[in-house]
C-alpha cells in the first residue's frame, strides 16, 4: 500500500472530519469512554479551524487517492504540540498513523523546532507505542476532566494589558513563552481568565480542550477552574489535571470536578518539568 501525504486544503475539511470524528467515536465507543467530538458538526469545526490557521501545519494522507487520515501540528509558540491525529478505521494499523507522525515531526526539524509535546489517549496502546518508538517520552498521567466550584472575586477575565504577566508566568513556569496563544484566545473571544493578589496578575487559564493555565499553588488553580465552571460555556468546561500533582488534582475532586478519562502527557526534545501548578493543553 503506497501512502501519499500532502498539506491539508480547504476541500480536504468535510472528509477529513468525517475520519476524525469516525475515529476517534470507534475508539471511545470500544472503550466506552465519552466522545472528545460530540458530532460531526463539532469536527468540522476544529478541523476546519486548523486548517485555516496559518500557525498550524497539517498533513493528510491518501491512499489509492483517497483520503485516509490527517495530523496538524502548533507552532503557535516556540513548543510546538501535536494534535489532532486521525486515521480511518479501516485503514488504520498499515503504517497511516507512522506517515502521518513523521510528518509532523519532520515539519518541526524543518522549521528549527526542538521541542514537541501531545497528549496521548492512555486506552489506546497502540499509539503509545507508536509515539515511544518515533522517540516519545512519557512525562505525566494527565486527567481530563469536568470543572467544577464556585467563582472567586480574585478571578476575573483575561485582558490585553495582561498579556505580559502571562508571558512572564509561563516562561517562569513552564520554561517557555505561551503569549501567543493567550493572545489568539482573546482575540477570538474565548474565555480566559486571571487570578490576582494585591493588585498583580499570579495566575491564569484558557479553559477548554485548546487551553492551559499556569499558578503558584493549588488555591489559586482550583479558584481559576472554579470561575470559569461558573462562567465560561459549557464546551469549555473540561480541563488537564497532571496526576503527579496529587494536592490540586484531590483538591479539584472536593470542588466538584468529574473525572472523564486518563491521557498521557509525551514529549519528544529538551524538557523540563513546569513549576508549581499547571494545567496542559489538548496538544501541550
Same mark, same amino acid.
Given at each position: 500500500m503506497t501512502i501519499?501525504?500532502?498539506?491539508?486544503?480547504?476541500?480536504?475539511?468535510?472528509?477529513?472530519?468525517?475520519?476524525?470524528?469516525?475515529?476517534? *467515536?470507534?475508539l471511545h465507543e470500544r472503550h466506552s469512554t465519552p466522545r472528545d467530538f460530540d458530532s460531526l458538526e463539532t469536527a468540522e469545526m476544529v478541523i476546519g479551524m486548523l486548517a485555516s490557521n496559518p500557525a498550524f501545519a497539517g498533513f493528510a494522507a491518501r491512499v489509492d487517492g483517497r483520503l485516509v487520515g490527517s495530523n496538524f501540528i502548533s507552532f503557535v509558540?516556540?513548543?510546538?504540540?501535536?494534535?489532532?491525529?486521525?486515521?480511518?478505521?479501516?485503514?488504520q494499523g498499515a503504517g497511516v498513523g507512522k506517515a502521518l507522525m513523521r510528518a509532523v515531526l519532520e515539519?518541526?526539524?524543518?522549521?528549527?523546532?526542538?521541542?514537541?509535546?501531545?497528549?496521548?489517549?492512555?486506552?489506546?496502546?497502540?499509539?503509545l507505542s507508536l509515539y515511544t518508538s518515533l522517540g516519545f517520552e512519557w512525562r505525566d498521567s494527565v486527567a481530563i476532566m469536568l470543572a467544577g466550584g464556585k467563582g472567586d472575586s480574585a478571578c476575573r477575565p483575561m485582558r490585553s494589558r495582561d498579556l505580559?504577566?502571562?508571558?512572564?508566568?509561563?516562561?517562569?513556569?513552564?520554561?517557555?513563552?505561551?503569549?501567543?496563544?493567550?493572545?489568539?484566545?482573546?482575540a477570538a473571544g474565548l474565555p480566559a481568565f486571571v487570578r490576582e493578589s494585591r493588585g498583580e496578575v499570579t495566575a491564569y487559564l484558557l479553559p477548554g480542550f485548546m487551553g492551559h493555565g499556569f499558578g503558584p499553588d493549588v488555591e489559586s488553580m482550583a479558584a481559576l477552574v472554579g470561575h470559569a465552571a461558573t462562567t465560561a460555556p459549557?464546551?469549555?468546561?473540561?480541563?488537564?489535571?497532571?496526576?503527579?500533582?496529587?494536592?490540586?488534582?484531590?483538591?479539584?475532586?472536593?470542588? *466538584?470536578?468529574?473525572?472523564?478519562?486518563?491521557?498521557?502527557?509525551?514529549?519528544?526534545?529538551?524538557?523540563?518539568?513546569?513549576?508549581?501548578?499547571?494545567?496542559?493543553?489538548?496538544?501541550?
Open positions: 501519499d501525504l500532502r498539506p491539508v486544503v480547504a476541500a480536504d475539511v468535510k472528509p477529513l472530519a468525517r475520519i476524525c470524528y469516525e475515529a476517534f *467515536g470507534a509558540d516556540e513548543v510546538a504540540g501535536v494534535g489532532p491525529i486521525t486515521v480511518d478505521p479501516a485503514c515539519e518541526a526539524s524543518r522549521r528549527g523546532v526542538q521541542q514537541v509535546r501531545l497528549l496521548q489517549e492512555a486506552i489506546n496502546t497502540t499509539s505580559d504577566s502571562v508571558e512572564r508566568i509561563a516562561e517562569r513556569q513552564y520554561g517557555a513563552s505561551r503569549r501567543r496563544e493567550a493572545e489568539s484566545a482573546l459549557a464546551m469549555f468546561h473540561r480541563i488537564f489535571a497532571p496526576l503527579s500533582q496529587g494536592s490540586f488534582y484531590r483538591e479539584l475532586l472536593r470542588r *466538584g470536578c468529574r473525572t472523564v478519562k486518563v491521557m498521557s502527557y509525551m514529549t519528544v526534545g529538551p524538557y523540563t518539568p513546569p513549576r508549581g501548578v499547571w494545567m496542559p493543553s489538548i496538544l501541550n
